[in-house]
């Protein structure tokens, strides 16, 4: 397997854009190809994503981001094509209509069927975009896949954007984008794929464990038997705006995994309530972690030593936290660059900022299991 990049910053022209992708990957392509595309979502809105996905002889997926890098380039006004092209490999790209509590769980359903039927075989690996749904939230877009392929390991990210609630945000399907859609690229054949996973720096983390003492499904009520911000006052937090509590990631103990996993709060909602992207039973215990430039630079120099270590790859995936992007303002590229400047020529890569970061995570029982993340930065090697 090998991936060619292409891309484009021109971001007015259709025509010219497509032009210039298309010359980047005349020649190169083997029998079996698929597109990664990330991009500003201008480009959803002017139409040259739609242009791309009829005018390419392959299917595409992905999403909207705050900024990608390709070998030589990184720019937030960057279109991004990775293309995964290989003899000894299959792809299905394949999406789902607009999702909702009432019919994920079909479509999701449908979506692996066609997949199999295009492959023939039940596929080893996929690579998701997802969109952020107010009522439905990513675990249980996973479980329905775990149902469905067996638990075939799955990494991606959930769409991003510009505004603070990702309203602008879109995940990109073979036809055009949408805010609601799921696109997953099943992948079978000869791949090993390895994945890296790196979130708060241990120094970060507070040492008081607090428990979940009451929540409903995605909503946690209370914590030590007291709102969840008036916790965060116990322990020494000054919340209150937005702005005070997106740097305190909340480090949640599952029992099922060897490591906590990092969220970040989604909502406030009523009496004090917090609102995460996956459920959270009672009796869940958590650390709160703080993200700070110094520790963003600290994990991304963690992950950059996995990268470089060993035998190259065919190919990376490397995947921010997006808060990483602006927890570094102004200046916002600084993670970016050190790990392409690091990573250089040893491989492709595809870099992009994530809404939500999707990866496995090994079990206590030593199998992978399929976790959404934040504030984290995951990668790929194929």
Not at 73 to 93: G, V, Y
Not at 313 to 324: D, K, L, S
Not at 359 to 379: D, F, M, R, W
Request: aromatic letters at 8%.
């Amino acid at each position: 397997m090998k991936m060619i990049n292409a891309w484009t910053h021109e971001i007015d022209e259709i025509d010219d854009a497509i032009a210039e992708i298309e010359g980047l990957l005349e020649g190169k392509l083997a029998s079996n190809t698929v597109g990664i595309v990330t991009c500003h979502p201008d480009y959803i809105a002017n139409g040259i994503v739609a242009k791309l996905a009829e005018k390419l002889p392959f299917p595409i997926a992905g999403l909207t981001t705050n900024l990608s890098a390709a070998v030589g380039e990184i720019n937030p006004e960057l279109l991004h094509l990775a293309a995964l092209t290989a003899e000894d490999a299959s792809f299905a790209a394949e999406s789902t209509v607009d999702l909702n509590v009432e019919n994920y769980e079909e479509e999701i359903r449908n979506m692996v069927q066609r997949a199999k039927e295009r492959l023939g075989e039940t596929p080893k690996f996929g690579l998701i975009f997802s969109p952020v749904l107010p009522d439905l939230g990513v675990d249980a877009l996973l479980d329905a896949l775990d149902e469905e392929t067996g638990g075939i390991p799955l990494f991606g990210s959930v769409m991003a954007g510009f505004r603070s609630d990702f309203t602008d945000g879109r995940v990109i399907t073979g036809s055009g984008a949408s805010r609601s859609s799921l696109a997953v690229i099943f992948i079978t054949g000869n791949i090993e794929p390895r994945y890296y996973l790196h979130s708060i720096a241990n120094k970060n983390v507070r040492p008081q464990k607090a428990i979940v003492t009451e929540s409903d499904g995605y909503f946690v009520k209370s914590v030590n038997d007291m709102p969840f911000f008036d916790y965060l006052r116990s322990v020494g937090f000054d919340v209150k705006t937005q702005a005070d509590w997106s740097n305190l990631p909340v480090l949640f103990d599952f029992n099922n995994s060897d490591r906590a996993v990092a969220l970040g709060v989604y909502a406030v909602g009523e009496g004090g309530s917090v609102q995460f992207a996956r459920k959270i039973p009672e009796g869940t215990t958590f650390s709160i972690g703080v993200v700070d430039p110094e520790s963003i630079m600290t994990t991304g120099g963690a992950m950059v030593k996995d990268l470089t270590q060993g035998d190259a790859p065919n190919a990376f995936f490397i995947a921010p936290c997006v808060t990483r992007y602006f927890m570094l303002a102004p200046n916002s590229l600084e993670e970016a660059k050190y790990i392409v400047d690091a990573i250089g020529n040893q491989a492709p890569y595809a870099l992009f900022y994530s809404g939500g970061e999707i990866c496995p995570v090994t079990k206590k029982e030593g199998v992978l299991s399929n976790q959404l993340h934040n504030y984290s930065i995951i990668a790929l090697a194929l």
